[in-house]
């Protein structure tokens, strides 16, 4: 293996290739442990970026979780450079324990699979954390930039770990900015939208936008504050709606004529009236004067207030609610929550699938799911989507020429499925056979699926089986995945 050298002639080898992108690849290090090596390809072992990893290593942002025992690492911060035959390479940065990344946390489909401890107490200590890590970055003059899910990592115990940093905008002593080049637009604030971002210097309120967006979908059930369902039917829009939302300042939980909340998500009351303002100045105050958001201090404040105003519910010891509420609004909630984990789920099933390969029956609503995996990763536009399902009508797919696209319910239905395993999907002993949890886990598309509930002159719905989310997609410039399924008018003989 390679052999590499810090400025000082430290000499660290690389073991085992541990993570790979496309900037270059991190490995452990051969008789070293708690440390890693990231070494960059080499068309990308600039100038430009030694000195920008160079004025990141002297002066580190506090980390306060180093102090913790066992010690944790937040913010996954370079600590050497390393040079192989004398040139740049790479660096050492601490090895990040291995972590799920913030979307398994907020998705509440997965977190009540894989985490089903995680209550509202640990979601808000989650966000609070979120909010310590970023801070600590801004205290040092230090910008994500791009702040999206994607680069955060969550412990079992809250803990955050910010991951990639190298790509973070830093300001040397000299005034000499590295710019962070890219953003994901659902993260990005109105201000920067559209903006070629690898020139400007962005601010802290700029992260602040995109830290308030995710300590939403922490506490909302993983929905973006800026999807919503449109109040016109006939609204005509050509982009994503939450994009379109953020750029036009319409914060569907505030009262306007254009958006509202999605049906299926929480309502904005439940959450700590302190938290509820931090949000109408991130999204609505913010839109006009970027500065009024607030900083990640006063997120921190008004998350631990926030925290300490959590009561346990009386009926569901898994259930946590803010003590502003009269009631436990997951009580009283019309989508299915999970049980107590003492409760056990009742395996009768007077709806019970019936299974012909390669074909899943569901009695109620009499609805046909195909499982023939070459059907299931469509991503197509909405006409191609039409074009596809009529020709497997044309051809007469497996002896049927009513296939068509799901309607929304039937995908909601699907989603709580994979959600909350309830409803019209539960699962008898001959449906496991073929059509479980598992088989949904590992065949459903991470992204939306085309409906055949539309409106006219707006677009299709969408669902998203990760979430059950729902949104609208264009007919010119969506696309989407496609489930084919078909009414079979012969189930009752099986």
């Known amino acids: 293996m390679p052999i590499y050298l810090t400025e000082n002639n430290q000499q660290f080898i690389t073991a085992n290739e541990i993570g790979k992108g496309g900037e270059g690849s991190v490995y452990s290090l051969t008789g070293v442990s708690g440390q890693v090596a990231k070494i960059y390809h080499q068309a990308l072992r600039t100038t430009d970026r030694e000195k920008k990893l160079r004025a990141m290593i002297a002066n580190p942002p506090e980390d306060s979780t180093c102090r913790l025992s066992p010690p944790h690492n937040s913010i996954a911060w370079p600590t050497d450079l390393l040079y192989e035959n004398r040139n740049f390479a790479g660096f050492i940065m601490p090895c990040i324990t291995k972590s799920p990344n913030i979307f398994e946390i907020y998705n509440p489909k997965i977190r009540y699979k894989k985490h089903p401890n995680f209550d509202l107490r640990y979601l808000h200590s989650t966000a609070k954390n979120l909010a310590t890590a970023i801070n600590a970055l801004h205290a040092n003059n230090y910008i994500i930039g791009d702040v999206n899910q994607k680069n955060i990592l969550v412990t079992e115990k809250t803990l955050i770990s910010l991951v990639d940093t190298d790509s973070f905008q830093v300001q040397e002593s000299s005034g000499h900015i590295h710019y962070c080049p890219v953003g994901v637009p659902e993260f990005t604030p109105p201000e ?62 505030n009262q306007n004529n254009m958006f509202k909340p999605p049906p299926s998500a929480p309502n904005f009351d439940t959450l700590n009236p302190e938290v509820q303002k931090l949000f109408k100045r991130s999204f609505i105050d913010g839109h006009n004067n970027p500065q009024t958001r607030p900083t990640a201090r006063e997120w921190i404040d008004a998350l631990n207030a926030a925290e300490r105003a ?105 989603a709580n499925s994979y959600l909350y395993n309830n409803k019209y999907m539960q699962y008898g002993d001959v449906s496991k056979k073929m059509f479980d949890m598992k088989f949904l886990e590992q065949n459903i598309q991470y992204g939306p699926y085309w409906s055949c509930s539309g409106k006219a002159n707006f677009g299709e719905l969408l669902v998203h089986l990760w979430s059950g989310q729902t949104g609208y997609g264009f007919l010119n410039d969506t696309n989407a995945f496609v489930w084919p399924v078909c009414t079979h008018d012969s189930y009752l003989r099986y």
């Open 310 to 414: 959590l009561v346990q519910c009386e009926r569901n010891s898994l259930h946590w609610y803010s003590n502003h509420l009269q009631k436990c609004p997951l009580c009283l909630n019309k989508y299915p929550f999970p049980p107590a984990l003492q409760q056990p789920i009742s395996n009768k099933n007077k709806h019970l699938n019936i299974i012909l390969k390669p074909l899943i029956f569901n009695k109620i609503p009499g609805t046909c799911w195909t499982i023939d995996l070459s059907l299931l990763n469509k991503n197509l536009k909405w006409k191609e989507a039409h074009d596809f399902i009529n020709g497997l009508n044309i051809k007469k797919y497996l002896g049927y020429s009513n296939w068509r696209l799901p309607n929304s319910d039937e995908l909601i239905n699907m």
């Open 192 to 253: 920067l939208q559209g903006k070629s971002l690898g020139n400007i210097a962005r601010k802290g309120y700029h992260d602040i936008f995109g830290l308030s967006v995710l300590i939403f979908q922490i506490l909302m059930e993983g929905f973006h504050p800026f999807t919503g369902a449109p109040s016109d039917p006939t609204l005509s829009i050509n982009e994503i709606a939450s994009v379109y939302c953020i750029k036009h300042g319409i914060f569907p939980y």
